[in-house]
T-cell receptor, first 113, second 113 residues
Framework: ETGVTQTPRHLVMGMTNKKSLKCEQH?????MYWYKQSAKKPLELMFV???????ENNSVPSRFSPECPNSSHLFLHLHTLQPEDSALYLC????????????FGPGTRLTVL | SQKIEQNSEALNIQEGKTATLTCNYT??????LQWYRQDPGRGPVFLLL?????KEKRKERLKVTFDTTLKQSLFHITASQPADSATYLC????????????FGKGTKLSVKP
C-alpha cells in the first residue's frame, strides 16, 4: 500500500445526487492532489493543495468542489454531475508542492447515470 | 502547450525478453521525468525518476534513459516476467512553480509466458 487511502472505491450516482469522495494520507505530506482518469486519456490534474491552501484549479467545472480541512485529508464534493464525469478519480500526495514523487491512492471508480 | 507521446498504446512481448517503452515530448526539456506503473483498477505507483542532467538510471531490472537532444526517454525492463504486465506511464515535471506532473496516456505491456 502507498499510504494514501480513498473511499469509497466505487460510487454510482444519479445526476441530481450529491456525494463526496474522501482521501487520507498517512505519509506526513504537505501537498495533495485530485486527478481524473478517463479511458484512453492521460491523467488530468484537477486541484492542488499545498499546506491546506488551494494552489491550482485546472479549469474544473463548479460541480466539483474540493475541500482540504488539514494536510492529511482531502475531499471532493460532487453535485449535479453529468454522465461524461464518469471516470476513475485519483488522489495523490507529495512531500511538498515541488517534490519529485507523488503517491497515489487506489482511486474511486465513479459512474454517473 | 507541452505534449507527451508514449508511442505504443500496447506492447506484447515474450517472457524473458527486454521490454522497451518510449516517451517523447515536445518543446523544452523538463527538469525531470518519471515512470509509473498502473495496474487495472489501481492508482499509479512510482518506479523511477531521472533528471535532465542524467543520462541513465537503473533499479534492479529497470533502466531509464533520458536524451534531451532527441526529447525522448526510454524505459527498459530486462528479463521480463508475466508479473510485469501493466500500464506504464511517463510523466514530466518542470519543477518550481511549474511543479505539475504532466502524464502521457501510457503503454499497456503484456508479457506472455
Amino acid at each position: 500500500e502507498t499510504g494514501v487511502t480513498q473511499t469509497p472505491r466505487h460510487l454510482v450516482m444519479g445526476m441530481t445526487n450529491k456525494k463526496s469522495l474522501k482521501c487520507e494520507q498517512h505519509l506526513g505530506h504537505n501537498a495533495m492532489y485530485w486527478y481524473k482518469q478517463s479511458a484512453k486519456k492521460p491523467l488530468e490534474l484537477m486541484f492542488v493543495y499545498n499546506f491546506k491552501e488551494q494552489t491550482e484549479n485546472n479549469s474544473v467545472p463548479s460541480r466539483f468542489s474540493p475541500e482540504c480541512p488539514n494536510s492529511s485529508h482531502l475531499f471532493l464534493h460532487l453535485h449535479t454531475l453529468q454522465p461524461e464525469d464518469s471516470a476513475l478519480y485519483l488522489c495523490a500526495s507529495s512531500h511538498n508542492r515541488e517534490t519529485d514523487t507523488q503517491y497515489f491512492g487506489p482511486g474511486t471508480r465513479l459512474t454517473v447515470l | 502547450s507541452q505534449k507527451i507521446e508514449q508511442n505504443s498504446e500496447a506492447l506484447n512481448i515474450q517472457e524473458g525478453k527486454t521490454a522497451t517503452l518510449t516517451c517523447n515530448y515536445t518543446n523544452y526539456s523538463p527538469a525531470y521525468l518519471q515512470w509509473y506503473r498502473q495496474d487495472p483498477g489501481r492508482g499509479p505507483v512510482f518506479l523511477l525518476l531521472i533528471r535532465e542532467n542524467e543520462k541513465e538510471k537503473r533499479k534492479e531490472r529497470l533502466k531509464v534513459t533520458f536524451d534531451t537532444t532527441l526529447k525522448q526517454s526510454l524505459f527498459h525492463i530486462t528479463a521480463s516476467q508475466p508479473a510485469d504486465s501493466a500500464t506504464y506511464l511517463c510523466a514530466l515535471n518542470y519543477g518550481g512553480s511549474q511543479g505539475n506532473l504532466i502524464f502521457g496516456k501510457g503503454t499497456k505491456l503484456s508479457v506472455k509466458p
